[in-house]
């Protein structure tokens, strides 16, 4: 699951720092961020739960500044 993680954290934080992804007042754009993560993740039907668990807690270390 680490291995999980740490794929769908490397993308979030390409996507989250992608200028397509930024609002013109510098907030990124999560909703974005969450199709482009989702669409090179592509988790099967039976660990979407689990790909957004870990998608969120992607989302939060981005948000505090967490890189691992």
Do not use: H
């Not at 740490?6 to 969450?34: H, K, L, Q, Y």
């Not at 660990?47 to 870990?54: D, E, R």
């Not at 989302?59 to 967490?66: D, I, L, R």
């Amino acid at each position: 699951m680490q291995d999980f993680y740490r794929m769908i954290r490397d993308r979030v934080e390409t996507a989250a720092t992608n200028p397509e992804n930024i609002n013109t007042d510098g907030t990124v754009n999560w909703n974005f961020v969450d199709a482009d993560v989702f669409m090179e993740v592509r988790p099967t039907a039976n660990c979407t739960a689990l790909f957004y668990k870990l998608f969120e807690d992607a989302c939060s270390n981005f948000e505090m500044g967490k890189i691992y």
